[in-house]
Antibody, heavy 129, light 108 residues
Framework: EAQLVESGGGLVQPGRSLRLSCVASGFTFDESAFHWVRQGPGKGLEWVSGITWNSGHIGYADSVKGRFTISRDNAKNSLYLQMNSLRVEDTALYYC??????????????????????WGRGTLVTVSS | EIVMTQSPATLSVSPGERATLSCRASQSAGSNLAWYQQKPGQAPRVLIYGASTRATGVPARFSGSGSGTEFTLTISSLQSEDFAVYYCQQYNNWPSLTFGGGTKVEIK
């Protein structure tokens, strides 16, 4: 069974940085695509960023483009989100999410995402002075 | 960006009744549409993908329909464990994946 465990959240002042981590287990990490999805307090879900198995395809929501950077370390079964220039509106629970799309042999150069089939429990980021 | 609009925001339903949730896309999402259920204090879980395919372990009372810009999630006979918030999400437009605002299904 897939397991995703996030860490790195906390209280940070506006303008500062934070790095989130997600450690995965229970499946073949380096064949999988991942995303970060956030949920503000009492609000809905917002896709933040996604990355493919070999980091060949990366995407960001407009709200975080230029401030957040997604990355992964396949040797460590880990996903990261570097968040710079944080704003009050970035306050949210950040979920590490696995995409149902995977790459196993064959042509893995293109990417079209599927649905999100596994979610972590989230790590809370609070941006406040 | 494809904007996903869900309606109603809140749906009050009695146990055993049918619930119909709507999701509209601002441009075509094809059949690349998923529905998620989220209960308080829990992460979302996928119910439906490909607009109409039930995920593993999802009861048959959940069904999805639609394509293009109009989608529907139907719960045929609400059980107590179905009271939750439901989100639709399009994955047709990479790298811009978007969720609807959610529909809360509450006990009438």
């Amino acid at each position: 069974e897939a397991q995703l465990v996030e860490s790195g959240g906390g209280l940070v002042q506006p303008g500062r940085s934070l790095r989130l981590s997600c450690v995965a287990s229970g499946f073949t990490f380096d064949e999988s695509a991942f995303h970060w999805v956030r949920q503000g307090p009492g609000k809905g879900l917002e896709w933040v960023s996604g990355i493919t198995w070999n980091s060949g395809h990366i995407g960001y929501a407009d709200s975080v483009k230029g401030r957040f950077t997604i990355s992964r370390d396949n040797a460590k079964n880990s996903l990261y989100l570097q968040m710079n220039s944080l704003r009050v509106e970035d306050t949210a629970l950040y979920y590490c999410v696995k995409d149902r799309r995977y790459c196993s042999g064959g042509d893995c150069h293109s990417f079209s995402p599927l649905y999100f089939d596994s979610w972590g429990r989230g790590t809370l980021v609070t941006v406040s002075s | 960006e494809i904007v996903m609009t869900q309606s109603p925001a809140t749906l009050s339903v009695s146990p055993g009744e049918r619930a119909t949730l709507s999701c509209r896309a601002s441009q075509s999402a094809g059949s690349n549409l998923a529905w998620y259920q989220q209960k308080p204090g829990q992460a979302p879980r996928v119910l439906i993908y490909g607009a109409s395919t039930r995920a593993t372990g999802v009861p048959a009372r959940f069904s999805g329909s639609g394509s293009g810009t109009e989608f529907t999630l139907t719960i045929s006979s609400l059980q107590s464990e179905d009271f939750a918030v439901y989100y639709c999400q399009q994955y047709n437009n990479w790298p811009s994946l978007t969720f609807g605002g959610g529909t809360k299904v509450e006990i009438k």
